[in-house]
């Protein structure tokens, strides 16, 4: 039986809502009084949810789907199982982070998730197999499941920390960002990069540099961690293969983007104008994010934008909302899994608005922040910004629910 694509892409939209909400929730305390629940709590239940429920989620779901697509017959059964597992995890920690912050029930439910991401990631490899091998997308597919695993070894170096009740707070902010990295630069992009080749139906005998692209950015995945750590004293040589592997995505990324742009120009110029922007933006915030990373490796500005919070909080949310988040409801909507029609046009519009003022707001934050200068209202207007996030992506979702029951399911 195959995969019922819209009716898990349901709850992609759902959850991104759910994440938008509790990103309302957070600011709201920020700018005004509201004594109710643990702010940390919150922020836990939001970043696991987002990256669970949200991300994971839908990168499964759009994995799987183009497994379907490729092999005659696929036993759909075990990845809806898998599936299932995940967003009984991914609600878990939703409802038990905001409760306990992290608990006994919060963190079963998040070695859970990790336990049912090493189950994916091992059907995914073997069924991976059964595909021609000179599709471009297999490789960056196989990747994404192998920096997901990797990224959990962070976790379980700070669940050993809090056990031990030995924590120091330089590994502490190393495990954090290890995880970070790997689900950032290696599940989400290494997936989303799949995903965009398996649209474009690219093969490795198209172009050269399709496959020396995947060689070069999966080469300098584990190198670039330590463009986290760089507020650290490390040793010499790891600063050089740090810069280079940062050199290296730069030059790996702005050339395949312009081999993109010249092969794929007339399938691109088919997308709906809406969605040839939203693409257009993505690729621009990538390109920002490789610069940044590259900028980071001055040490001086490595130990400003490590220092300013906002400036963290900023670069984060441009990959997860600017280039991934984008980038996911784009590839929903250009492989006409939901048509797309003017209300969800709305809703796509108003949603990017508010990823666009985001990063605008925080930017000027954390840049401000370096002369120890305060915005004035800036804590209101972020609130403001995550209101129209959260209509943005409502809107999208409540007229997307609508389109599926006028379009039966896929």
């Not at 878990?92 to 070695?111: A, E, P």
């Not at 959990?152 to 902010?173: C, E, P, R, W």
């Not at 995880?179 to 995903?195: A, D, K, S, T, V």
Request: glycine letters at 6%; one cysteine or more; a positive charge.
């Amino acid at each position: 039986m195959k995969l019922n694509i819209k009716f898990w892409l349901k709850f992609s939209l759902i959850n991104l809502c759910i994440v938008a909400s509790l990103g309302v929730l957070m600011r709201y305390k920020i700018g005004f009084e509201f004594p109710y629940f643990n702010q940390k709590n919150i922020l836990h239940s939001h970043s696991h949810f987002a990256f669970a429920g949200w991300i994971t989620h839908t990168l499964m779901t759009l994995m799987v789907y183009y497994l379907q697509d490729k092999i005659g017959v696929l036993d759909t059964n075990k990845y809806k199982k898998i599936i299932i597992a995940n967003l009984i995890c991914s609600y878990g920690m939703l409802v038990f982070f905001i409760i306990q912050g992290y608990g006994m029930f919060s963190i079963f439910f998040s070695t859970a998730s990790i336990l049912v991401s090493y189950v994916f990631g091992y059907y995914y490899f073997k069924d991976l197999k059964k595909i021609d091998t000179d599709l471009a997308a297999i490789n960056w597919f196989r990747a994404a499941v192998i920096f997901n695993i990797i990224s959990s070894f962070g976790t379980f170096y700070l669940a050993y920390m809090m056990a031990s009740k030995n924590v120091i707070q330089d590994l502490y902010l190393s495990s954090i960002y290890y995880f970070l990295h790997f689900q950032y630069n290696g599940w989400f992009f290494f997936g989303c990069i799949g995903l965009l080749f398996g649209f474009l139906n690219l093969k490795k005998s198209d172009h050269s540099f399709f496959e020396i692209s995947f060689k070069l950015f999966a080469f300098a995945c584990i190198p670039a961690y330590f463009l986290s750590i760089l507020w650290l004293k490390v040793p010499v040589w790891i600063y050089i293969i740090t810069a280079f592997a940062a050199t290296i995505q730069v030059f790996a990324w702005f050339k395949l983007l312009f081999i993109l742009i010249k092969t794929q120009k007339e399938f691109i110029n088919n997308f709906a104008p809406l969605l040839r922007h939203i693409l257009c933006f993505v690729a621009l915030a990538l390109s920002i994010k490789f610069i940044l990373q590259l900028g980071s490796t001055i040490p001086v500005l490595s130990q400003m934008a490590f220092g300013f919070r906002p400036i963290v909080i900023a670069y984060l949310h441009l990959v997860l909302l600017a280039v991934i988040s984008l980038f996911l409801l784009f590839y929903i909507y250009a492989k006409h899994f939901i048509i797309l029609n003017s209300k969800i046009k709305i809703g796509l519009i108003i949603f990017s608005l508010g990823v666009f003022f985001n990063e605008l707001v925080l930017a000027v934050q954390g840049i401000a922040s370096f002369s120890y200068t305060m915005i004035p209202y800036v804590n209101e207007i972020l609130f403001g910004v995550a209101l129209l996030l959260l209509l943005g992506i409502g809107l999208t979702a409540y007229y997307s629910f609508k389109q599926t029951k006028i379009n039966p399911a896929l």
